[in-house]
């Protein structure tokens, strides 16, 4: 095969998934991890994927806003192996705020059952995941109300009013994009606002960022890393990235991924 058509092999595995890995790609178009490597250097060089460690993801326009669906199938392992992590450090009896975000989801997922504490939330899928039918043990569950986005955030004034109404113990918030210089992004303006409005209701603001997240930045800054109080990411963070995180967060949490046959 010629790096022509293995460079639009990789192009198109990546559009289909959303992500590509280092490995899966070398087996499937049977050569080595290493031409593998070059062949995204050299396709991130051309601004066609952006290269992540182990693998690359699809680049996108600081202002673009993948739809929810789209990013639910993306790093699945990771987004549940952070979301346990965050899901040990609720204790019974806080009242916690989740962001919309498919990570925070996976979070909600695992805080089905805790009825001792309180969650307020601007997520249709978070509300929708702690108010199954049949859930007698769920939380105390509060929607904000406001404007539906891509991402299934509820946002403007009127999430930003019902939110400020509340103080919480911790916030547990998805981002898109983590960058050392640029700090914790979205591609959403009113959706930055509202994002605001539940870290200013906190006590504690912990973040659920898988590694694809780091050197992300969209288009609206709402805060910055040494506002975090904790970061929790899967172990597909490089090494050296993750020293430069530690210098500014509070704490950096460590979730391990499993990679299954």
């Known amino acids: ?138 939380p105390q569950v509060y929607l904000s109300g406001g404007v539906r986005t891509p991402s299934d955030a509820l946002v403007g004034p009127i999430a930003d009013a019902a939110i400020a109404s509340f103080r919480v113990d911790a916030t547990y918030l998805g981002v898109h994009g983590l960058d050392p210089e640029a700090g914790l992004t979205t591609p959403n303006m009113a959706e930055a606002q509202t994002n605001r409005t539940l870290i200013g209701v906190c006590d504690r603001l912990i973040v659920l960022a898988d590694h694809t997240k780091f050197g992300e930045v969209g288009t609206n800054v709402f805060a910055r890393l040494p506002q975090v109080h904790t970061l929790i990411v899967d172990n597909g963070l490089a090494v050296e990235d993750r020293a430069v995180i530690t210098a500014q967060v509070g704490t950096l949490s460590i979730a391990e991924v499993v990679d299954t046959p």
């Open 1 to 138: 095969m010629l790096a022509a058509e293995r460079r639009d092999a990789i192009l198109r595995a990546l559009h289909a998934g959303g992500a590509v890995r280092v490995a899966d790609l070398a087996a499937e178009l049977d050569v080595s991890e290493m031409t593998v490597r070059r062949d995204l250097d050299t396709l991130d060089a051309q601004s066609l994927l952006r290269k992540v460690h182990g693998g690359a993801v699809v680049r996108h326009n600081r202002g673009e806003e993948p739809w929810s669906s789209v990013k639910a199938a993306q790093q699945r392992a990771e987004k549940a192996a952070i979301a346990t992590v965050a899901a040990a450090s609720v204790e019974d009896g806080m009242t916690i705020a989740i962001s919309a975000g498919t990570t925070t989801t996976e979070l909600a997922r695992r805080l089905r059952h805790r009825t001792s504490i309180t969650v307020i939330t601007n997520s249709v899928s978070v509300f929708q995941v702690l108010t199954e039918p049949g859930a007698d043990d769920a």
